[in-house]
């Protein structure tokens, strides 16, 4: 795919996820690994009306080369990428209601979320909570570098979910589905369950591996 084509399925792809509530204002950050480099979606842009031309290009070793100065939170793509060479690009959103389990007090950090459909095993499998850092710190890339090598999908306490896949839909699909997820939790809070049970689970895992 060519340059022209990435920059234009990164705006298209950050307008539909604007345009159906899933980030806000300038809010959340996409990424795209190249041949070469990465391309990044700028600091302070919406991912409503990203104008492909400035999206910013880093070379190998993360230097900005064009475009705009890239994302603040650069380095938590970069860390998600060094502990997973397969993955081709990467989703960042403060999507409200995986925020808002972000921010509950007794979930499992180990694994945020139940098992409670099929494709949310098939696009996420097991969802570990980051601590809280403040935004920029650099003790947050090194946290998601402990658990990026078992895990493509991570969210971070009071903050959102980063989420890597093969491909930017892939990457995508993967970040919608644990939003939906976590939306479906919320409202279940409170009423008997019935998640997926440990069998159902393996079986989704030995049909559908996750890979990234």
Same mark, same amino acid.
């Given at each position: 795919?060519?340059?022209?084509?990435?920059?234009?399925?990164?705006? #298209?792809?950050?307008?539909?996820?604007?345009?159906?509530?899933?980030?806000?204002?300038?809010?959340?950050?996409?990424?795209?690994?190249?041949?070469?480099?990465?391309?990044?979606?700028?600091?302070?842009?919406?991912?409503?009306?990203?104008?492909?031309?400035?999206?910013?290009?880093?070379?190998?070793?993360?230097?900005?080369?064009?475009?705009?100065?890239?994302?603040?939170?650069?380095?938590?793509?970069?860390?998600?990428?060094?502990?997973?060479?397969?993955?081709? /690009?990467?989703?960042?959103?403060? #999507?409200?209601?995986?925020? /808002?389990?972000?921010?509950?007090?007794?979930?499992?950090?180990?694994?945020?979320?139940?098992?409670?459909?099929?494709?949310?095993?098939?696009?996420?499998?097991?969802?570990?909570?980051?601590?809280?850092? #403040?935004?920029?710190?650099?003790?947050?890339?090194?946290?998601?570098?402990?658990?990026?090598?078992?895990?493509?999908?991570?969210?971070?306490?009071?903050?959102?979910?980063?989420?890597?896949?093969?491909?930017?839909?892939? /990457?995508?699909?993967?970040?919608?589905?644990?939003?939906?997820?976590?939306?479906?939790?919320?409202?279940?809070?409170?009423?008997?369950?019935?998640?997926?049970?440990?069998?159902?689970?393996?079986?989704?895992?030995?049909?559908?591996?996750?890979?990234?």
């Amino acid at each position: 795919m060519s340059d022209t084509r990435q920059r234009d399925e990164i705006a #298209a792809l950050g307008k539909s996820l604007f345009d159906r509530g899933l980030t806000f204002g300038s809010a959340g950050n996409i990424s795209l690994r190249l041949e070469d480099g990465w391309l990044m979606t700028p600091t302070g842009s919406s991912l409503g009306d990203l104008d492909p031309a400035r999206i910013s290009r880093l070379d190998r070793s993360g230097c900005h080369v064009s475009g705009d100065a890239p994302t603040k939170e650069a380095f938590l793509h970069m860390a998600m990428y060094d502990c997973r060479p397969a993955a081709g /690009a990467i989703v960042h959103l403060h #999507a409200t209601h995986s925020v /808002a389990v972000s921010c509950l007090q007794d979930i499992d950090p180990a694994n945020v979320l139940p098992p409670l459909t099929a494709y949310y095993v098939m696009r996420i499998g097991t969802l570990p909570l980051i601590p809280y850092f #403040a935004p920029g710190d650099m003790d947050l890339a090194r946290a998601v570098r402990e658990m990026a090598s078992d895990h493509h999908a991570v969210l971070l306490a009071n903050h959102g979910p980063v989420v890597a896949g093969r491909t930017l839909r892939d /990457a995508i699909h993967a970040t919608e589905e644990l939003e939906e997820t976590a939306k479906l939790f919320l409202a279940l809070r409170g009423l008997k369950t019935r998640p997926l049970d440990p069998e159902q689970v393996a079986d989704l895992r030995r049909r559908f591996p996750v890979a990234t």
